[in-house]
């Protein structure tokens, strides 16, 4: 017996040793070891410069230990990996983002841009993800804030530049239109003054993204009046064309080996439905 279980550990240790030159080599194959992208692909040579708002938990946010982390900074990090690039985070308030990128600042933005066809006359875009728009009130929802008409004449707070600002400013024009009293529309510099001003009765409501306001629920001081408002497609965005080929077909990669779906579901995140992203841009259909 106890031969029979050296000849049986023998054979398991060689077949283990033969085991891991092909696990390298697929790891080599999934994380090239040269940079796919070089300059002027990319703003640094070996470096991917990436801006984000870290203001959006769980998708994106700073940890008590000051560390990146959230669904979309796991994103960039793969993206990144993938391109044989070692990642350069810029954590930058979201109005500074766009000019950044055209100004060449960073390569790519990774915080939720919502795609819009304006956009994408000037910038790169893929559209990798479905968000929507929330409501966030008091636990209880003291003011009973059932249906978007109720926010007329009432205090509501958003981060400013994005596209929930762009959205509640023009669901107030249209109530206003309508003959509604306006809202008293309040924007702050990051969704975490934002909670702040609310918890601080400053305000009567929050606009937020339906992860963040369902984060800040499961927290259980805040909850969701109303959630799934103006849907539409987050994007990564890019300045230069090669290097927007080059993430698409990584994250292309990602969705084929499952990465992108485990990660997505994960983190309960909706994805874009189809077997494949795609680009958008100003010289593309």
Request: proline residues 7%.
């Amino acid at each position: 017996m106890q031969s029979r279980g050296r000849h049986l550990t023998s054979s398991l240790i060689a077949l283990a040793l033969l085991a891991a030159p092909a696990a390298a080599g697929a790891q080599a194959a999934k994380y090239p070891t040269a940079p796919v992208v070089t300059p002027p692909a990319v703003v640094r040579p070996g470096k991917l410069v990436v801006a984000t708002n870290a203001t959006l938990p769980p998708v994106q946010y700073i940890d008590e230990k000051g560390n990146l982390q959230g669904m979309r900074i796991e994103l960039g990090n793969e993206i990144a990996k993938r391109l044989g690039l070692e990642m350069n985070w810029v954590n930058i308030q979201f109005d500074a983002q766009i000019p950044g990128l055209q100004g060449g600042r960073w390569d790519l933005i990774v915080t939720g841009l919502f795609f819009t066809p304006e956009r994408a006359k000037i910038m790169y875009l893929i559209p990798y993800e479905l968000q929507a728009i929330s409501v966030s009130v008091p636990k209880g929802n003291p003011k009973k804030l059932t249906q978007l008409t109720d926010l007329a004449g009432r205090p509501v707070a958003v981060e400013i530049g994005g596209y929930e600002e762009r959205q509640i400013r023009r669901i107030n024009d249209e109530q206003v239109k309508a003959g509604a009293k306006p809202m008293d529309i309040k924007t702050f510099n990051t969704f975490a003054e934002s909670y702040q001003a609310l918890r601080a009765g400053q305000v009567e409501a929050v606009v937020s993204v339906d992860a963040v306001a369902k984060f800040y629920q499961d927290k259980g001081e805040f909850e969701r009046a109303l959630s799934g408002i103006a849907g539409s497609p987050a994007t990564v965005a890019a300045k230069n064309k090669d290097l927007a080929q080059a993430v698409l077909k990584v994250m292309n990669d990602m969705k084929a080996d499952g990465t992108y779906d485990a990660l997505f579901d994960r983190y309960g995140v909706a994805k874009v439905p189809g077997k494949m992203l795609e680009l958008k841009g100003p010289d593309l259909p």
